[in-house]
């Protein structure tokens, strides 16, 4: 394998050019429409997807306690709440449903553990079994906590906005509700940033970062070192989407974050915003529209040569996916709506409040 250059306009990866006038193009579409979500599979068309192998239009109506709600084991949890309302959890196993205690956005679920959005820049830690809680607030921070993702080397990272536009970001470990630790502190300069959405959330940590010169970095030893011209669309655990725009459109390619050296993905054609990677395999990203209204959320299945629409009207702010890519959630009618990507069924999960600044947080069963 040859040696990456540091430098590569535009000559990263299986790139293909996309205008605003094809995002217009719906002839040789196969949709299912699927309790909100759309089910979208074409050869050639403006996605440049395969269809998909199978398509269930069917619906499961799930009720708590009814048994595994995704029709069959899975190991995961659901937190669901809001700032003014109590977090549920939510067994996908069993089915079963029980508060946790706390009111709150839930942002992630790490070994057991609902980290929690109380708002007005507090965060917190609750044990999803016992709810014993503690403040996340470990004793080597001075600066408030704006945002948490998870740390590719594990744990999460917290990120605080420091004065002048600069933004420092701090890797903690959790090994439980009263063991934090800080591990790391890194700096991202001003005009640089991690991957955010049109709300400004971070999607990911400052591990690979993107600059307001079209100048994408990674983190080292030293520091962080450019390696890539482009715009940084999505980070991965190992895979990295990137997009180069000219007047005759945007290229978007799959890059290999350890080689820097493009992956063989189905193309992305279409205009793309920012979005996030769930374990290399499902690519969940905003969508440019001709319109200019609000973007739409597509999630692309890398494996399977699919990609669903989810209507959802915020943005990614309203879609969910579960640690392993495998699974979506969006927010339907007084329901949640689950997306199985491989068995292409959807469960609909009721007697959840679902309102407009509800949250939900995935995690595996502890």
């Given amino acids: 394998m040859p040696e990456p250059s540091l430098r590569s306009p535009r000559r990263v990866g299986h790139a293909a050019k996309v205008t605003r006038g ?12 699927v309790a909100g979500l759309v089910l979208v599979g074409q050869a050639g068309g403006p996605d440049g997807l395969p269809p998909p192998t199978t398509v269930e239009r069917s619906i499961d109506q799930v009720r708590p306690g009814d048994g595994p709600v995704l029709g069959e084991p899975v190991g995961l949890v659901l937190a669901v709440g809001a700032i ?70 594990g744990g999460v990272w917290l990120r605080h906005d420091e004065d002048g536009g600069g933004r ?48 994408i970095s990674v983190l080292g030893s030293s520091g962080h070192e450019p390696v890539l011209d482009g715009s940084l669309v999505a980070v991965g655990p190992n895979t990295l989407v990137v997009a180069a725009c000219d007047q ?78 495998r699974f979506v959630a969006v927010p339907g009618f007084d329901a949640l709506l689950i997306t199985d990507l491989e068995a292409r069924r959807t469960a609909t999960l009721h007697r959840l409040r679902v309102d407009a600044g509800v949250h939900v947080a995935w995690g595996r069963r502890p």
Avoid: M, Y
Wanted: with cysteine; charged share 15%.
């Fill in 248 to 325: 005759a459109g945007c290229a978007n390619a799959w890059v290999d974050r350890a080689t820097l050296q493009p992956l063989d993905h189905p193309p992305l054609t279409a205009l793309l915003g920012s979005g996030f990677l769930a374990n290399d395999t499902t690519l969940v990203v905003e969508t440019v529209t001709n319109d200019g209204t609000n973007p739409i959320v597509k999630v692309f299945d890398v494996v399977h040569g699919t990609a669903i629409t989810t209507g959802s009207p915020s943005g990614l702010a309203r879609t969910w996916v579960s640690p392993a890519g």
């Fill in 168 to 215: 420092r970001w701090s890797r903690v470990s959790i090994n439980g509700v009263d063991a934090i630790e800080v591990v790391e502190v890194v700096t991202v300069p001003r005009g640089s940033d991690t991957v955010t959405d049109a709300a400004g959330r971070p999607l990911a940590g400052p591990e690979v970062i993107g600059s307001d010169a079209g100048v």
């Fill in 22 to 33: 094809d995002l217009i193009t719906v002839a040789g579409l196969a949709i299912v429409v």
């Fill in 84 to 153: 003014d309302t109590e977090i549920l959890v939510v067994d996908l196993d069993s089915g079963a449903v029980w508060p946790l205690g706390q009111r709150g956005r839930p942002e992630l679920i790490v070994d057991g553990l609902v980290i929690v959005d109380e708002g007005a820049g507090t965060w917190g830690l609750v044990d999803i079994d016992s709810g014993a809680g503690a403040d996340l607030a470990p004793d080597a921070l001075t600066a408030p906590i704006t945002a948490v993702v998870p740390a590719v080397a």
